[in-house]
């Protein structure tokens, strides 16, 4: 009985051991990441600010990509919490009135997504004027998890909803919000302003407009040339939550 309690110290000493290596390796890429506006470190410095060696890093992640992704996941997971929490306050109604892009456009409007996506762009992107392969296939990869976490997320709010309509409500949220980023930055040069969170919240309105309209057309409001779509769109009165 002594032994087993001795194995089973030990064991929870590697566990602890490991687990503290590993988020020694993703702070130390995060910090990499965030110094340099970009993903493009070795192995070695990546060991080297974590204070582990090259093998370590490799026992944990198959790749530098896998670290990047994890560092990624954790930048998105603030996203999905406060979307989470806004849920969680926001009253709802029947489930035959919820309005799921509209109620993922209102968690929104803090503007930390439109803080954190062009980030994220340029971390992968660096300097060019487009993402290669790599970059686009871990942009892709960090925002197919995005999804199926807001998904979830959606899904314990709403148990009443069937997960199809969930899943494609999500697939329309975050593919939206990837173009509205697009169309942000073209108006705003990518400065997040008091002018520029303004537009932001009109292209959400925009969005969610279009959604509730089958996609056709939405007036442009008058005096923008940033294709949002006209104050009264916020205040819609048309069942959003």
């Known amino acids: 009985m002594h032994h087993d309690h001795r194995g089973t110290a030990q064991g929870d000493r590697r566990d602890a051991l490991k687990a503290r290596h ?3 390796i993703v702070g130390a890429a995060s910090d990499l990441m965030h110094e340099t506006d970009g993903a493009h ?17 490799f026992n944990h992640f198959g790749s530098l990509d896998e670290v990047v992704l994890e560092v990624l996941s954790g930048e998105l997971e603030a996203i999905v919490d406060g979307i989470d929490a806004f849920l969680a306050g ?15 456009v209102d968690a929104v409007r803090d503007g930390g997504l439109v803080e954190l996506i062009p980030r994220l762009k340029r971390i992968l ?3 060019r004027p487009g993402p290669g392969p790599r970059q686009a296939m871990l942009f892709e990869r960090a925002f197919t998890d995005l999804n199926a976490r807001l998904a979830a997320t959606l899904r ?44 932001w919240d009109g292209l959400l309105d925009r969005m969610a407009a279009l959604a509730r309209a089958g996609y056709a057309p939405v007036p442009t409001g008058s ?10 769109a916020s205040g819609s009165d048309d069942g959003a939550a």
């Open 22 to 24: 590993r988020r020694a």
């Open 41 to 57: 470190f070795t192995v070695d410095q990546l060991a080297g600010r974590a204070d582990v060696s090259r093998r370590t890093v």
């Open 90 to 104: 926001a009253p709802v109604g029947p489930a035959g009135e919820v309005r799921l892009l509209d109620r993922l």
């Open 125 to 127: 992107g660096g300097d």
């Open 156 to 199: 314990r709010h709403h148990p009443g909803l069937a997960p199809v309509d969930v899943d494609l409500a999500c697939g329309a949220f975050v593919s939206g919000c990837l173009v509205a980023v697009e169309h942000w930055e073209a108006a705003t040069g990518g400065e997040v302003t008091e002018e520029s969170r303004r537009v």
């Open 223 to 232: 005096g923008t040339d940033d294709g949002t779509a006209p104050d009264a």
